[in-house]
């Protein structure tokens, strides 16, 4: 049950504000149908030859192909990479952590980012693995902890799994720089970790879907161990099409024939197939360059509006002489900022301003608004100083 999400749906108060969802939100609070995607739905649904058939067991192939040059670009071995799409990045998270678990001989602890995605535990435990987490956030200097990332990947056993974010960290918003990835790469390397990528905001945080692989394709490039779970629900803004695809390093085009097979036979089980209209509506806009630069363009909406809004929020309450230093609020990246309000600043602003920022503050930058921002960065300033 969310708790949050019921109070804000049985809320009327006029000024209420939404910073707690995972979704992105236009200017007016909206959801966003993607103008490429739009057009690409009308498209479809005019083709008197369109039809909604099942897929097949490894999915949607025209949507694998796109999908798979999306998060690993174009100069991958395809001979050696299973792709299967999934049931969302969700999907692709739980079919990773299954078929490392059919076929990896690695230590049997996964190695979890501290904070993460609400999810990785779970899902990774409800596929049989044991989960640790390792220290990733510096909540002082509200920033990326290097120097713990890098000790815990030392000092754990070798051959270890780490589940990586691949841009966008979420909740933090703290991803490591090229030139770290480029020294995370190397201790992948000398320690033969597997490096379990989720990638769930490609675009989101420079507005270009190439810039914001280059972990995935620094890694793959270094040969290292990995998989990706892709997810396209937000960059594709198709959350309720449950888009998403997994993408396996297999390392011989023998043992990918293998994994492929049991990918089918695990696909078939739980869900028969994938499903089919997202993936149609993504195939059509890659295969069609001009809606392939709309994809750009509104990625690039997208991000500049999250950037335009961490500005505008810190600026007020630098204006408004709040205590303490906001400049995080500016330095992370992506969808959301960890604010560092306290849990119990964060039930003030739910109970006494009406907006909704979960207890860890966890804040949606998309949630702001021209119209409310003023509100609340005065909110803010309001539970800090009181
Ligand atoms: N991984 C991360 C890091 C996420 O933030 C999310 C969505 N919140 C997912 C995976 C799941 O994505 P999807 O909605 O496509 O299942």
């Not at 739009?38 to 099942?54: F, S, V």
């Not at 290097?146 to 000790?151: D, E, H, L, T, Y």
């Not at 692989?213 to 449950?242: D, P, T, W």
């Not at 890659?286 to 505008?312: Q, V």
Request: hydrophobic share 40%; glycine share 8%; net charge neutral.
């Amino acid at each position: 049950m969310n708790v949050l999400k019921d109070r804000l749906a049985a809320d009327d108060h006029p000024k209420k504000v939404n910073l707690a969802p995972g979704t992105y939100r236009c200017e007016s609070g909206q959801p966003w149908i993607l103008p490429c995607f739009r057009l690409a739905a009308e498209r479809l649904l005019a083709d008197r030859g369109y039809d909604h058939e099942y897929l097949g067991l490894l999915g949607h192939p025209k949507f694998l192909h796109y999908a798979r040059e999306l998060v690993l670009g174009p100069k991958v071995d395809t001979s050696t990479i299973a792709s299967l799409q999934t049931v969302g990045g969700t999907g692709a998270v739980h079919m990773g952590a299954l078929i490392l678990k059919l076929f990896s001989d690695r230590p049997s602890t996964v190695f979890i980012s501290d904070p993460t995605w609400v999810n990785h535990h779970d899902v990774f435990q409800h596929a049989g693995w044991r989960t640790e987490s390792y220290r990733y956030y510096d909540s002082v200097n509200k920033s990326l902890d290097f120097g713990s990332f890098v000790q815990s990947l030392r000092t754990a056993p070798s051959r270890s799994i780490y589940v990586l974010h691949a841009v966008g960290h979420n909740p933090t918003g703290c991803d490591p720089s090229l030139e770290q990835w480029r020294a995370l790469a190397q201790l992948f390397k000398e320690k033969d970790h597997f490096a379990f990528f989720d990638c769930a905001y490609q675009g989101f945080v420079s507005g270009n879907l190439e810039q914001d692989r280059q972990a995935v394709e620094l890694f793959a490039s270094h040969g290292i161990a990995m998989c990706v779970a892709q997810s396209l629900s937000k960059n594709a803004g198709m959350y309720g099409e449950r888009l998403g695809a997994l993408h396996v390093f297999c390392g011989t085009v023998s043992s990918t024939k293998l994994v492929k097979q049991q990918l089918k036979v695990l696909t078939r089980r739980e869900i028969s197939c994938a499903p089919k209209y997202g993936a149609d509506l993504v195939s059509t806009v890659c295969s069609d360059p001009k809606l392939r630069a709309m994809w750009d363009s509104d990625l690039k909406h997208i991000s500049g509006r999250i950037i335009a809004m961490r500005h505008g929020l810190f600026d007020r309450l630098v204006k408004l002489e709040t205590p303490g230093d906001w400049s995080h609020i500016i330095r992370q990246r992506g969808m959301f900022a960890y604010s560092g309000l306290t849990p119990e600043q964060c039930n003030a602003l739910v109970d006494d301003y009406h907006i909704y920022v979960p207890r860890t503050g966890r804040m949606m930058m998309a949630g702001l608004n021209e119209d409310n921002l003023d509100y609340v960065a005065e909110a803010i300033h309001r539970v800090v100083v009181d």
